[in-house]
C-alpha cells in the first residue's frame, strides 16, 4: 500500500444517505501517532505531578523542622540576653536566683546510663599475655609500656591497637608509634610506645583504657581494659624508680 493510497470511510444512518468519505493513509497515520504522543506525553506529566508533590511533601516537612530550630534558637537567645541584663545591673539577688535556676535545670537533667559490661569488653584466647602495663605522662604525650608474651608454640605475629575509653563510655582509637605496637615474636617483648591524646579531649576525660592484640588474621585474641587509676604513673614517681 503506496503513501497516496486513501482510506474509504463509509457513514450509514436509518434516516439519512450513505455517506463515503476518502482519507489519506499519511492522515490516518499522523493521527495514530498523534495519540500515541498524547499518551506519553500525559504519563510523563502524571510521573512529574505526583514526583514533585513528594518532593513538595519533603520541603514542607524540612521548612517545618527548620522553623522549629529557629523558635528555639530564638528562645535561647532571648533567655542568653537576659542573663546579659542582669549580670550587668550587678543586683546579688538576682544574680543568686539565677544560679540556682541554673543548678535546678542541671538537677532536672536525666543521668546517662553507662553499660558497664560494654566498657569493661575481655577477652582471652590464652595465645597472648600482657603483665606489667603501666602509663606515664610526658608533658602533652602519654608513654605505654608494657610486656608481651607469646603463649603460643609458633612465632605469634600481629599488631596491638589501643582505646581510650571516655567518662562518658565513649571510645576512642589512640594514636601510637606503629613500628612499636606491630610485632613478631617468639617468646616475648617489651613493647614501648607514645600515645597521642585525641583533640579536644583533655586527659581527665579518659576514663580507662583498652589493649587489644590482634594476630595476622586480623582476630582480637587479647582484650582487657585498664582503668587509668591503675595504670597512670607520675613522671616524678616513674623518674624515682629509674634512679632507684
Same mark, same amino acid.
Given at each position: ?5 486513501? @482510506? ?34 500525559? /504519563?510523563?506529566?502524571?510521573?512529574? /505531578? ?15 523542622? @527548620? ?80 610486656? @608481651? ?26 594514636? /601510637? ?31 580507662? @583504657? ?7 588474621? /586480623? ?26
Amino acid at each position: 500500500m503506496g503513501t497516496d493510497d486513501k @482510506l474509504n470511510l463509509i457513514i450509514m444512518r436509518d434516516d439519512s444517505r450513505v455517506r463515503r468519505y476518502r482519507i489519506r493513509i499519511s492522515w490516518f497515520r499522523f493521527f495514530l501517532y498523534a495519540q500515541l504522543v498524547l499518551l506519553l506525553a500525559a /504519563g510523563l506529566g502524571a510521573y512529574g /505531578g505526583v514526583t514533585f508533590w513528594f518532593k513538595n511533601l519533603e520541603l514542607e516537612q524540612t521548612n517545618s523542622n @527548620l522553623q522549629d530550630n529557629i523558635y528555639e534558637m530564638q528562645i535561647q537567645l532571648e533567655r542568653l540576653q537576659n542573663i546579659k541584663e542582669i549580670l550587668k545591673t550587678n543586683d546579688p539577688e538576682e544574680i543568686h536566683a539565677l544560679f540556682s535556676s541554673v543548678s535546678r535545670d542541671k538537677q532536672a537533667l536525666p543521668a546517662q546510663k553507662i553499660d558497664l559490661q560494654k566498657v569493661f569488653v575481655a577477652k582471652d584466647l590464652q595465645m597472648a599475655g600482657v603483665s606489667n602495663l603501666q602509663l606515664r605522662e610526658i608533658d602533652e604525650k602519654l608513654r605505654l609500656s608494657f610486656e @608481651l608474651n607469646n603463649l603460643t608454640d609458633t612465632t605469634l605475629v600481629g599488631k596491638t591497637s589501643v582505646y581510650f575509653i571516655t567518662r562518658d563510655a565513649g571510645v576512642i582509637q589512640a594514636e /601510637g608509634e606503629e613500628n612499636e605496637l606491630s610485632f613478631e615474636i617468639q617468646r616475648f617483648r617489651r613493647v614501648n610506645s607514645i600515645l597521642h591524646l585525641p583533640p579536644n579531649v583533655a586527659k581527665d576525660d579518659i576514663f580507662a @583504657l583498652r589493649l587489644a592484640i590482634i594476630n595476622s588474621e /586480623g582476630e582480637s585474641i587479647y582484650i582487657q581494659t585498664y582503668p587509668f587509676v591503675n595504670i597512670l604513673t607520675s613522671q616524678l614517681y616513674a623518674t624515682s624508680l629509674t634512679f632507684a
